[in-house]
């Protein structure tokens, strides 16, 4: 089974705050950037010799708008799909953030939680639930509008980036990463 994961365009977010499961704007260049993805997913699919026999997406706006531009309407929205969720220190700049536990996630982002938020292992579950449920399902050829902490969660879980290397293979805005699964 290919699954085509397709991360969001460029949200309209200062450089420098935390956002993740926030539904933030998209930039102004949605259209342009929008297009370039419908051509990847139209050479990715073309690269598999068929359709896509489903589509999901994350609920957030940004995901569900670039689903929509790219001809993919009934995409199914799917909660496993989110990104990271970074509790109170969402919207906040990395820089005022108090916490003292910030450093501690820093030091150790695989597994400690902002406060009310998740780990990347917590969101690692949600991906792996996602991918059984996916290899269950009899479909051969799915496309995903997601987010980067999901395709990264996805390389990490098939052993294409180490946790020691995971951040330099971060897909960018409006990049697709086709996997075997």
Known sequence: MKITFVRHTAVDVEPGICYGRTDVPLKQTFPEEAAKAREAILTAMESNGEPFDAVFRSPLSRCRLLADACGYEDAIPDERLLEMNF????????????DTR?????DDWLHVSPPGGESFLDQNMRVRSFLDDMKKSGKENILVFTHAGIMMNVMLILGMASKERLFDSQPPYGGLLTVEV
Do not use: A, N
């Open 102 to 106: 910030l450093q501690e996630w820093f």
């Open 87 to 98: 509790g109170e220190w969402e919207m906040q700049r990395y820089d005022d953030i108090k």
